[in-house]
């Protein structure tokens, strides 16, 4: 049975689909079977996945878009014929994602530096405690140097959730690999994106189930 990742975060914009489709890719290159479901109506990954199929990728993955009461069949079906199951989730938590959430093994929390993702965190933080799902933090779209990311690395340690030690930088590799459908491993090798994302799937991989 897979161990299946939710990406979960209301606040709009944190990540979600991107770390998620960039996840999805490198654990794939890691030698895992991977499905992936997008949740989200809005459909990004339902879109990466239209381009992906005509892309010049390097790992096969399998891929649903399905939402509401099929939504646990769909994931139970996938994770029975894969090693990892990764679900984007819509930024609106309290229909849509909750379940995505409830089917989790892990929910993983994109969060950029700003006060504003910060304060952002608690209503997701709420709704995996109350389904008692376990949640990491994910530090998304890090700038090179700034202030502001360690004063966020610190507040973020003191959420009830553990801080995961691989960021993601704020690198435009991540958007033109999405572009084409692919992962960072995929279109842009030999990059630190695509060092980063390796490096996360490894630690997610290590989070015990
Ligand atoms: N690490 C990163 N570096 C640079 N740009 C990024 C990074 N992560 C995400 N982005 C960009 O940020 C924007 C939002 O990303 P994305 O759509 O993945 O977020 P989301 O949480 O799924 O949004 P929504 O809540 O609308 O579903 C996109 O333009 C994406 O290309
Ligand atoms: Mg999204």
């Known amino acids: 049975m897979a161990k299946i990742f939710t990406f979960a975060q209301q606040k709009g914009g944190a990540g979600k689909s991107t770390a998620a489709a960039q996840v999805a890719v490198a654990l794939a290159q890691g030698g895992h079977r991977v499905g992936v479901i997008d949740s989200d109506p809005q459909g990004s990954l339902a879109a990466w996945w239209t381009l992906r199929v005509t892309a010049d990728k390097a790992v096969p993955l399998s891929f649903e878009q399905t ?27 309290e229909t849509d994602a909750k379940l995505a959430v409830r089917l989790a093994d892990w929910v993983i929390m994109p969060l950029q530096p700003s006060p504003l993702d910060l304060w952002a965190c608690q209503p997701t933080l709420d709704l995996a405690a109350g389904e008692g799902r376990a949640t990491v933090l994910l530090l998304n779209r890090v700038p090179a140097r700034a202030k502001l990311v360690e004063e966020t690395a610190a507040a973020a340690a003191q959420l009830p959730a553990q801080l995961l030690r691989t960021r993601l930088g704020n690198r435009t590799a991540f958007a033109a690999a999405m572009a084409r459908g692919m992962g960072v491993g995929e279109a842009a090798p030999r990059t630190l994106a695509a060092e980063e994302v390796a490096a996360l799937a490894i630690e997610l991989d290590h989070l015990p189930v």
């Open 67 to 93: 939402a509401g009461w099929r939504l646990a069949a769909r994931v139970e079906a996938l994770a029975a014929q894969t090693d990892v199951v990764v679900i984007d989730t819509p930024p609106h938590i």
